[in-house]
């Protein structure tokens, strides 16, 4: 394929008509008749109706990765971006972002003029190839972005698909499996507990902490979304919080499993935090200005913000490790392998959809204790008996 002359990107390309989920695009879908009979407000509306059914988060992924298709397209071919993309395109795309192994070592074809060129325009954060899960996730934005305006998907071609297949299998040869954050099981956490103090933030974080372990292992999307209007009193220290929307409940159907209870622990200390706050009504955790004064806007913590309170808890603990806001999630339900719950209960709490996933965390302590990884042990116990 032609490689053409880098083009500056100093602010970026310009993909918000290229959104997965929008109505309108560069060029115009199969079926333009059947959205040319509707009026300019009603494609509009259509318009918000898709993006506001989506979580913040996908959306952001969404034109994170149609940034990167845009500034790999100028910055690579030499070409804006227009739907629908050729095969030949998005094979060099996979060409260009899987690493193999050549004679000069493990790379793609990526030059790396390019490489450091998307990096500067901020379509990535760092050089090198992406992870196995990256280059799927753009793939799979890329495909919806063709099917939600009816274009001829090459996504979906027999040649892609066998390459991102075979390239699945390298990835995994190379050791280029996700890597998961350390789990905050109860131990862990408690040494985090032990860094909070009666201050205000020191009330807030503890709460947070707790609430978000012992209520399932919460998404730090779903602690920053936490609001008082869900959460029921049943006696001093004693809550139940229903989790209305979560990853697997975007619509918001009525669940047996979203009421979360909040008790021991962490009820006494989420009653402490709201009796200190004074917080009655809007978002639970709030920010702390300057000073030790809660925010007067009542505006809630952004996920990002969960995450770091995480991150300083770890650091002020002298905990080491790969830990993150799904450190609590990970850790709860480890801990929860660890002493034998049921699955059916751990997922109850959690809202996992995916026993594969459970499970994953489930064996992997259980090998810890597993009777057959210490044969040598017992060999050695046996043998000073005789």
Request: charged letters at 20%; one cysteine or more; hydrophobic letters at 40%.
């Amino acid at each position: 394929m032609k490689k053409h002359h880098l083009q500056h990107l100093s602010d970026g390309p310009d993909t918000r008509h290229m959104h997965p989920l929008s109505t309108t695009g560069t060029t115009q879908p199969s079926n333009a008749e059947s959205w040319s009979s509707l009026s300019a407000s009603t494609l509009q509306a259509l318009h918000e109706l898709l993006r506001q059914g989506e979580a913040e988060n996908t959306l952001r992924s969404y034109a994170s990765a149609m940034r990167y298709w845009a500034g790999w397209m100028q910055l690579r071919l030499g070409h804006t971006i227009a739907l629908p993309l050729s095969v030949e395109v998005v094979l060099q795309f996979i060409a260009d972002h899987a690493p193999r192994q050549t004679a000069t070592g493990v790379r793609g074809e990526l030059p790396v003029e390019v490489d450091l060129a998307l990096v500067q325009s901020g379509c990535k954060a760092k050089l090198g190839a992406p992870a196995h899960a990256t280059l799927v996730h753009r793939l799979a934005v890329l495909s919806k972005a063709h099917q939600s305006r009816n274009l001829p998907n090459p996504c979906q071609d027999p040649r892609v698909r066998e390459v991102l297949a075979r390239a699945r299998k390298v990835y995994a040869r190379q050791g280029g499996r996700a890597q998961k954050k350390d789990a905050l099981t109860k131990d862990v956490l408690q040494r985090l507990l032990n860094t909070c103090d009666d201050s205000l933030v020191g009330l807030r974080d503890r709460a947070l902490l707790l609430f978000a372990w012992s209520s399932g292992g919460r998404r730090r999307s779903e602690v920053a979304q936490a609001d008082m209007r869900f959460l029921r009193q049943l006696a001093p220290g004693r809550f139940v919080y229903t989790l209305l929307h979560s990853k697997t409940n975007q619509s918001g159907r009525d669940n047996p499993d979203q009421h979360k209870p909040v008790l021991g622990a962490a009820g006494a200390a989420l009653q402490a935090w709201l009796a200190a706050s004074g917080i009655q009504e809007g978002a639970i955790f709030r920010r702390i200005r300057k000073g030790g004064h809660l925010d007067g806007t009542g505006a809630a913590l952004s996920p990002a913000a969960v995450r770091l309170i995480v991150l300083e808890r770890c650091r002020q603990a002298g905990v080491e490790g790969d830990f993150s806001a799904h450190s609590l999630r990970s850790g709860f339900v480890t801990e929860a392998g660890r002493r034998n719950i049921s699955l059916a209960q751990t997922m109850a709490l959690t809202g996992h959809q995916s026993v594969p996933t459970v499970l994953g965390y489930f064996r992997a302590e259980a090998a810890l204790h597993n009777p057959a990884a210490h044969l040598m042990e017992e060999d050695a116990v046996d043998t000073s008996k005789k």
